[in-house]
């Protein structure tokens, strides 16, 4: 948004104390860090924040662009979507007390594969 509201400011072709008349619009995915939202409100009052959930929205876009949207996650999900894992672990290894010590911090960087088939006789 700083840079929407810099590009705006120099734009503008005169001073409203309520900032831009353009509207911008955050949208907060997901949960893990739940401390509180915070942000400074430099950039006017023509702004929005919601939350965002993928299933509710594949549903509202119908089922023809929802698959085109999972083809797409197919064919690049070793590029764009690809995932990058600080540790895999088996299903017993989620209930050992120092793993959950680890994966409960829901840290950046530390994100934890679950692989069910690890550590199975085969």
Same mark, same amino acid.
């Not at 070793?78 to 540790?87: I, M, P, Q, V």
């Not at 088996?90 to 530390?110: H, M, P, Q």
């Given at each position: 948004?700083?840079?929407?509201?810099?590009?705006?400011?120099?734009?503008?072709?005169?001073?409203?104390?309520?900032?831009?008349?353009? @509207?911008?619009?955050?949208?907060?995915?997901?949960?893990?860090?739940?401390?509180?939202?915070?942000?400074?409100?430099?950039?006017?009052?023509?702004?929005?924040?919601?939350?965002?959930?993928?299933?509710?929205?594949?549903?509202?876009?119908?089922?023809?662009?929802?698959?085109?949207?999972?083809?797409?996650?197919?064919?690049?999900?070793?590029?764009?979507?690809?995932? @990058?894992?600080?540790?895999?672990?088996?299903?017993?290894?989620?209930?050992?007390?120092?793993?959950?010590?680890?994966?409960?911090?829901?840290?950046?960087?530390?994100?934890?594969?679950?692989?069910?088939?690890?550590?199975?006789?085969?």
């Amino acid at each position: 948004m700083e840079a929407a509201l810099n590009t705006l400011n120099k734009t503008a072709r005169e001073y409203s104390r309520y900032g831009s008349t353009t @509207h911008k619009q955050v949208y907060l995915y997901g949960g893990l860090d739940t401390s509180p939202t915070e942000f400074n409100r430099n950039f006017g009052m023509a702004w929005g924040m919601g939350g965002w959930l993928l299933f509710p929205f594949l549903q509202k876009i119908g089922r023809e662009r929802a698959n085109a949207l999972k083809q797409r996650v197919v064919a690049e999900l070793k590029t764009t979507f690809a995932s @990058h894992y600080a540790k895999e672990i088996s299903l017993a290894e989620v209930l050992d007390l120092d793993v959950i010590a680890v994966y409960n911090k829901r840290a950046t960087g530390e994100k934890y594969l679950i692989n069910p088939n690890k550590g199975l006789a085969g």
